[in-house]
């Protein structure tokens, strides 16, 4: 019963190459995220998306492009791979409206790229 | 825009109190503070979160002074099971707006 998932869990390409990452989360949140984390374990927002409008869109190459079909998904498309692109990328969602709310993270994308 | 700092790596033996700070000095009025916690090849995992004074949950406490300039995770009696990353979060997340300062993590090693 995964509240947020991710596919694929690794991803191994080459460089130029384009590639999408899938987010789905089930907690029927209205807000998701994504975030790149590098080989030092520095976590990158890079994303966020609420009620399917963009609402962070982090100093990130427009190599990177996010798409949310709808609430429960936020797929990450990457065009043109580079060798920095090489990291691990998580999906994470949160409820929205009111208060601060905690993130809900999915189990990561690790992506290398050769 | 407010900044964490955080000390790279803590270690601590089994049964012992462990305490994390992290230092945001330029924290602003509607900034919350949030603690997680990541294992290795899984995604942060919330532990605790406040604005001021003391916060306590069944995992952990979460200890900030007035001037909230910083803030102390304390975890209670740790095991070998909280070897982990332990990130400190500064900012605030709510409807259309949020600003979320991350830490650079402070890895605990608990031996036995």
């Known amino acids: 019963d995964t509240a947020v998932s991710q596919t694929p869990k690794y991803l191994v390409t080459q460089m130029g190459n384009d590639k999408s990452i899938k987010c789905e989360q089930n907690?029927?949140?209205?807000?998701m995220y994504w975030y790149k984390q590098d080989s030092k374990k520095f976590l990158k927002i890079m994303f966020s998306y609420n009620n399917k409008e963009l609402i962070i869109n982090e100093t990130v190459p427009n190599r990177f492009s996010p798409k949310s079909p709808d609430k429960a998904h936020l797929n990450l498309h990457i065009n043109s791979l580079d060798l920095g692109d090489s990291a691990v990328y998580f999906c994470?969602?949160?409820?929205?409206?009111?208060?601060?709310?905690?993130?809900?993270f999915g189990p990561g994308t690790r992506l290398t790229v050769t | 825009l407010a900044k964490t700092t955080q000390p790279i790596s803590m270690d601590s033996y089994e049964g012992q109190e462990v305490n994390i700070t992290c230092s945001h000095n330029n924290i602003a009025t509607n900034d919350y503070i949030t603690w997680y916690q990541q294992f290795p090849s899984q995604g942060p995992r919330f532990i605790i979160q406040g604005y001021k004074t003391k916060v306590t949950n069944e995992v952990a406490s979460l200890f900030i002074p007035a001037d909230r300039k910083s803030s102390t995770l304390s975890l209670p009696r740790v095991s070998l099971s909280d070897t982990a990353v332990y990130y400190c979060l500064v900012g605030w997340n709510a409807g259309n707006n949020r600003k979320l300062i991350w830490g650079l993590g402070t890895s605990l090693a608990v031996n036995p």
């Open positions: 907690l029927g949140h209205d807000t």
């Open positions: 994470a969602s949160s409820p929205s409206g009111g208060d601060l709310y905690e993130q809900y």
